[in-house]
């Protein structure tokens, strides 16, 4: 689906593709807070508020972060999918 100019979409992405990030100025890059973080073992679970929007990620299982911290994310382009509203 190619999205045309001003057409309102839902954008995808996958947990495991948006990263954390400390570059506020970088293309799509979100704001939020730590909701909720779970040890998988192989990973951290986390989901992150952003307003009234819950967005779960999914990072390295070394990432230092707490509940409640407030967090970056880049949501790299290539790997965002739209869809339509």
């Known amino acids: 689906y190619r999205a045309k100019a001003g057409e309102t979409v839902k954008v995808t ?5 948006i990263a954390l990030t400390t ?4 293309e799509n890059v979100v ?10 073992g192989n ?10 929007l819950r ?3 999914q ?11 407030r967090v970056q994310l880049a949501l790299p382009v290539e ?3 739209a869809m339509r509203s």
Request: net charge neutral; hydrophobic share 45%.
């Open 13 to 17: 992405v996958r947990p495991e593709n």
């Open 23 to 26: 570059n506020a100025g970088a």
């Open 31 to 40: 704001c939020g807070r730590i909701d909720t973080i779970v040890y998988l």
């Open 43 to 52: 990973l951290l679970d986390c989901v992150v508020a952003i307003g009234a």
């Open 55 to 57: 967005l779960r990620v």
């Open 59 to 69: 990072l390295h299982p070394t990432t230092a972060l707490s509940s409640g911290a």
């Open 79 to 81: 790997y965002c999918l």
